[in-house]
């Protein structure tokens, strides 16, 4: 198991204590609050991978804290420290967006239990949805992904009235390579593409391959027809084939988008790119 960093909620001292001194043991590293305002005052400031919450405490209850919680952090695994005599607390602890739940008083074992294995599954489905975003073969994004990243930025630019340009790129002669030199060869000219396009543009770029040959770009371009990047793209795929080892040229064709300022339409601008 990984170490965590884990905001513990109860408002007793004692509880908050023994959880503190427990996760210590096993490499977690703890805040602690005794009640849901607290809390939320931390979690603005710090980020968690984890919370532990107490359901019953005043100002605040764990409940409240719990959807609140999951307002902010969406994916926050929290686990809810039910109690008492109270039969339907489990159920609300659940349905406020506790991942796990346990009935005080619990044994030690059965703490760590709970928590490591809400922190496994939490792995398992964070692995899972990056699995169905990327692009196996190049790990940029795939189509997927795209598109669900270009909406949200699309809406951001319109809002901060910030130009966009979207980039249409597609490899030349990938089934000739394919053909020419195999599978495995054409797979090494995307790869070695993913990798150009990686080079050129800023992480903040969106960049991402949607089809067997094709691969988008959308940046924030701070010159406004893109001509830097695409001076820079250029000779990246110069660079790429004259150092490389590969038998065949790799080139590319690029058509041009610039996404405008308030609309959000696109307008296509300038000559279209073609490095063969
Ligand atoms: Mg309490």
Sequence with gaps: MGSYRVLIVDDEEQVRNLIVSLFSNYGH???TAKDGIEALEIIKKNSFDSAVIDIVMPAMDGITLTRELVNLHPDLP???MTGHADEHSAESAIAAGGREFIKKPFSIDEFI???????????????????SLTDELTGLYNRRRFFVLTDQYLKLSVRTKKRLLLLFIDMNNLKWVNDHHGHKEGDQALIGLANILKKTFRESDIIARIG?????????SADENGEILMTRLVENIRDYNAKGSQDYVLSISVGRRLIGKK??????????????
């Design 113 to 131: 239990l709970r928590f490591d294995k809400m922190m496994r599954d939490h792995r398992g489905e964070e692995e899972l949805l990056a699995l």
């Design 29 to 31: 590293s703890c805040e």
């Design 263 to 276: 609309t959000g339409k696109e307008t296509r601008f300038g000559r279209d790119i073609n490095t063969d």
């Design 212 to 220: 067997g040959d094709e691969f988008v770009v959308l940046s924030e």
């Design 78 to 80: 929290i686990i809810i």
